[in-house]
């Protein structure tokens, strides 16, 4: 006799996560690494300065992917820093 594998997974709700960031880079690569870190799923450059300053929204389904975007950003050669300011989730698919 076999079962059904548990379908709970199709009935959690889903989640929404947004941090943002501000990562420091070498100036003269700040472009460069904006258009590096914009190709990541889920991100966006929302300012660069002239010293070297992005400031990044990452947006995905869970905590995880969000983590992995910053830890992709700072292995990049030329990134000196990234620090995490605000993280935000919610519930999608209410009660």
């Known amino acids: 006799m076999s079962q059904k594998p548990c379908d709970t ?3 959690k709700d889903q989640e929404f996560h947004v941090s943002s960031l501000v990562v420091l880079t070498q100036p003269p690569l700040r472009h460069q690494l904006a258009e590096q870190i914009g190709a990541l799923e889920g991100a966006e450059i929302h300012a660069v300065s002239d010293e070297g300053k992005l400031v990044v929204t990452l947006e995905g389904p869970s905590q ?4 992995a975007a910053i830890d992709a950003i700072q292995a990049m050669p030329g990134v000196l820093s ?6 935000q989730f919610d519930e999608l698919g209410g009660h």
């Open 82 to 87: 990234a620090a995490l300011i605000y993280h």
């Open 64 to 67: 995880r992917p969000i983590m």
């Open 9 to 11: 997974e199709a009935t």
